[in-house]
């Protein structure tokens, strides 16, 4: 048996392999991820504002993202815009972009979520002390914002790692195309390789995922007395 | 009677919500180290003069005037003004992220650009007075509610104001915390801080008043010393109101 087990992880190229598809799994949900939280605060900022029409149009994207199975974005943006238009995307590019486009939604609404959850009288409290809207949106309004919003960005970066595999429907070698790839060649000779690769593609998973939803849980205690 | 200074002039103050008025001409004087109590009905616009006084609300139109000058004009400072009038209301209103001395520190620091040193024994003899140095270092959940109310007290003297507004600070504590709050107010009175107060515990307000006001639909009905007010109302509004705190009197009377 663990001839079988270093067989299909270690033999020739098998575990290099791997560990290049779980870094382009990571560099994708690490780029996706970032973009989302630097363009997610803005957006998630113009929603909460008193504007009805931005409000209105990013829900209606929100709303639209949430709806949409990702492998159709993932599907649309790569496929079907490069035969029906000039335009050409790379299957990196389309991943990045798409996990971005979902990024970017959920963040804005935690943002928003996070920012009128704070009282209304904090920044009267804030006004009658003499403080300035500027120093009341740092000092008061944005560290309690924060301190909410941890958790659910903690839950989403979670939720947007485990989601990467769908790049592979779009001819990425990330993880688990590297896999499957093992899986097909070794899978001729031994019919337990596919236990081993895809076990250990999930202990990997669990091994990334589960300490960051610790984390979550541990921040999540920790502010939910404040 | 000796000419004392006037810290808050009010003229002819008039604010609506849309089509509803709701402060209908309120003139008012405030002299230094007089505290003024302000009663009426729900909804009459207690809250709103208060909020008018320190620029939370815009007002329709009217004068204020701070220590003779006039703070109702287009260029007001609103920033610098609200250093010199505080203000404390009925909500709990610290903020949770931060630690008693840092709610107390955040004004003096951030807003008059004092050193945190030269504020923090100031701000130790103020927890002193309301009894509770020894919890500086708490965070407001770890606090009753009578305890934050009185950090909210301390963290409005520490900016040095010239007039203090108390908005219902006793309304959402329960019962046996009333008192230690009212307590520390009428230890401030005694010492001569410049106070304007809503209240609705009419025991305290003839206790700490140097002068009742009674406000009726966004209207003063009634001005006067609090003895004079409360043995012997003139308005039939002012009587009816003070009849709904007038079980016990009746009791009394019929048991003695
Ligand atoms: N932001 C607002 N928008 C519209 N109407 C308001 C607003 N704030 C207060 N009002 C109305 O103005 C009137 C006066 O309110 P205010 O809070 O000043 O009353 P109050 O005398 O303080 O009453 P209470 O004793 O219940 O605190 C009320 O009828 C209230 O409904
Ligand atoms: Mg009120």
Not at chain 1, 98 to 123: C, K, N, Y
């Amino acid at each position: 048996m663990l001839d079988s087990v270093h067989n299909a992880l270690f033999a020739g190229e098998n575990f290099r392999r791997l560990m290049e598809g779980l870094g382009l799994t990571l560099w994708i949900s690490f780029l996706s991820v970032v973009l989302s939280i630097a363009l997610g605060i803005p957006a998630g900022l113009l929603m909460s504002s008193k504007n009805k029409f931005l409000r209105g149009f990013f829900r209606l994207y929100l709303e639209f993202i949430r709806v949409m199975p990702i492998l159709v974005l993932l599907f649309f943006f790569y496929y079907t815009l490069s035969r029906y238009s000039a335009i050409n995307l790379s299957p990196f590019f389309v991943s990045v972009m798409v996990f971005t486009m979902w990024g970017v939604a959920e963040m804005a609404d935690l943002v928003r979520a996070a920012v009128t959850s704070i009282p209304a009288h904090q920044r009267e409290s804030g006004r009658a002390l003499g403080l300035s809207e500027l120093q009341i949106n740092f000092l008061i309004i944005l560290p309690q914002a924060i301190r909410r919003l941890l958790p659910g960005v903690i839950n989403l970066t979670t939720r947007m790692i485990k989601t990467t595999p769908f790049v592979f429907f779009i001819n990425m070698v990330d993880l688990f195309k590297v896999g499957q790839q093992i899986v097909e060649v070794s899978g001729m000779r031994d019919r337990m390789a596919s236990v081993w690769v895809y076990g250990f593609i999930f202990i990997l998973f669990f091994v990334i995922c589960y300490p960051i939803s610790l984390f979550s849980r541990y921040l999540e205690n920790k502010y939910q007395s404040a | 009677m000796p000419e004392s200074q006037m810290v808050l002039e009010i003229r002819n103050l008039v604010k609506s919500y849309g089509e509803r008025l709701i402060l209908n001409g309120i003139s008012l004087d405030i002299h230094e180290a007089e505290v003024l109590v302000v009663i009426g009905p729900s909804g009459c616009g207690k809250s709103t003069l208060l909020r008018c006084l320190n620029g939370l609300e815009p007002i329709n139109s009217g004068d204020i005037y701070l220590d003779g000058g006039l703070i109702t004009g287009p260029d007001t400072d609103w920033c610098e003004i609200r250093q010199k009038i505080g203000m404390v209301f009925q909500s709990y209103e610290l903020f949770p992220h931060l630690t008693v001395i840092d709610n107390i520190l955040l004004g003096p620091t951030k807003v008059q650009k004092r050193k945190r040193a030269d504020v923090i024994p100031e701000a130790n003899n103020w927890l002193e007075r309301v009894g509770l140095l020894d919890r500086a270092d708490a965070y407001p959940r770890q606090l009753s509610g009578g305890q934050k109310q009185r950090v909210a007290i301390v963290r409005a003297l520490t900016m040095q104001p010239k007039v203090m507004l108390f908005d219902e600070v006793t309304a959402s504590l329960d019962p046996e915390m009333v008192r230690e709050v009212l307590d520390v107010m009428l230890e401030l009175a005694t010492q001569g801080l410049t106070m304007v107060i809503v209240t609705h515990e009419m025991g305290f307000a003839r206790a700490v008043a140097d002068k009742v006001i009674f406000m009726d639909k966004g209207v003063i009905v009634e001005s006067a010393g609090p003895e004079e007010f409360f043995d012997h109302p003139q308005s039939e509004r002012a009587k009816r109101f003070l009849n709904i705190f007038e079980f016990t009197g009746i009791h009394r009377v019929a048991a003695g």
